[in-house]
């Protein structure tokens, strides 16, 4: 019987699958073994669209088309939850499977406690992420480091530190600390991240810690809730999957693993955020330049999975500190929406992503999401809620 924390060695059990998808193909037969049995009504997956570089979320009802999601795309760096929030309704009336890395995990969860997300419909496949690229960085970098044709990459993979690229005729690895420290590699909010492994997705799968004969060939799958156990048992007595149990190194290689890339986060923690610190009026004070290139144009807004309100008060017709036409916009105005949305916020980078005033909205947002974790102990994309925000108190309060 699966148990939550249970861990496996695990493939497909289909040979085309197995072929197709990426460390013996679990992912997709999970997501075929769903959509067959009816527990779901869609996937809500991602697809290659015009290329390598350009990742397309895509709602799958047909198992047979769901081979069409296998592999990575590291060029992928949309928020899921976007796309179930906003666009599927929150799931209130469909039952999905989403794959999920962590920060759309969490997110997710975000959004269930607020009752944004149907929680029981939705299934969450996590997917271990050690980061993800800047599309267009990615092409150049692919171009001058690599001295190779992007058209012409048919893979791209993070594995032992390295970023490996690989052509129809040749495979070349280039360090992501050496990529990174020119300039390229993981965008930057990815490489701040601690976490790699969606604890809070129902099953995290992943190829690290997969040692032995099957490596390279399975999928190293972890439970984390109750709805993932039931899932995982029936795919196994349905024979949708193999399973073994994992050798015990291959966990200790898979913690080492986690642990390594949650220490090169704190290092680029360290590089960007601002050293003093300080309580959420200092921490914005120190970005104001940066934010006094805003043109209000909302873009952060639109793009950020956390922001649902019906009414945004950047908007109402209100305090003076949120007027209207005025450039670059007062203090405030980003006061207010750090004020609603920072303790939620989960890293996943989308409103830097669309800024065109480029201002590192991403960092300064975590930068104080970490200071709450730190002074209440709170874990975003959790249950867990977050006491009262006395930490960080509003101008006259």
């Known amino acids: 019987m699966v148990q939550v924390n249970d861990k496996y060695y695990a493939l497909s059990s289909n040979e085309e699958i197995a072929e197709s998808g990426e460390c013996g193909g679990a992912v997709t037969a999970v997501l075929k073994f769903l959509l067959e049995e009816g527990i779901v009504d869609a996937v809500l997956a991602v697809t290659k669209g015009a290329d390598l570089y350009d990742a397309v979320p895509t709602l799958i009802t047909d198992p047979e088309k769901i081979i069409e999601s296998a592999g990575s795309l590291h060029c992928g760096t949309l928020n899921m ?22 920060c ?5 969860r975000e959004l269930m406690k607020r009752e944004k997300i149907n929680e029981d419909n939705v ?40 970023l490996i690229i690989e052509t129809a005729d040749e495979e070349k690895e280039i360090s992501v600390d050496e990529l990174e420290d020119e300039g390229y590699g993981r965008r930057s909010n990815c490489r701040r991240c601690e976490t790699n492994i969606p604890k809070m997705a129902d099953l995290a799968l992943g190829n690290w810690g997969v040692i032995g004969p099957l490596a390279g060939k399975a999928t190293f799958v972890e439970v984390f809730s ?9 795919a196994i007595e349905a024979g949708a999957l193999t399973v073994q149990d994992p050798i015990p190194k291959g966990v200790e290689i898979r913690e080492t693993i986690d642990g390594a890339m949650v220490r090169l986060a704190k290092k680029w923690q360290g590089k960007d955020f601002s050293e003093n610190g300080g309580d959420l009026l200092s921490i914005v004070a120190q970005y104001q330049n ?25 908007e109402a017709n209100g305090p003076e500190w949120v007027a209207k036409g005025e450039l670059p916009p007062s203090p405030m105005f980003h006061l207010e929406r750090l004020v609603h949305m920072a303790d939620s916020c989960t890293n996943c980078g989308q409103c830097e992503e669309v800024c065109p005033a480029e201002i590192p909205l991403a960092k300064i947002a975590h930068e104080i999401n970490s200071k709450l974790q730190e002074t209440y102990g709170y874990v975003r994309g959790t249950d867990e809620k977050l006491p009262p925000l006395s930490y960080f108190p509003m101008p006259g309060k």
């Open 81 to 102: 939850a976007k796309v179930v929030g906003r666009y599927l309704d929150g799931a209130q009336d469909i039952k999905i499977a989403v794959t999920t890395k962590p």
């Open 104 to 108: 759309d995990a969490m997110t997710i």
């Open 123 to 162: 299934v969450m496949v996590g997917l271990n992420c050690g980061g993800t690229l800047p599309p267009v960085q990615t092409i150049e970098m692919i171009e001058k480091v690599y001295k190779l044709d992007p058209e012409d990459v048919v893979k791209e993979e993070i594995a032992k530190g390295n």
């Open 226 to 234: 109750e709805k993932g156990a039931e899932i995982l048992e029936k």
């Open 290 to 314: 940066e934010l006094d290139k805003c043109i209000k144009c909302f873009g952060c807004r639109e793009a950020c999975p956390i922001c649902y309100c019906a009414e945004c008060t950047l």
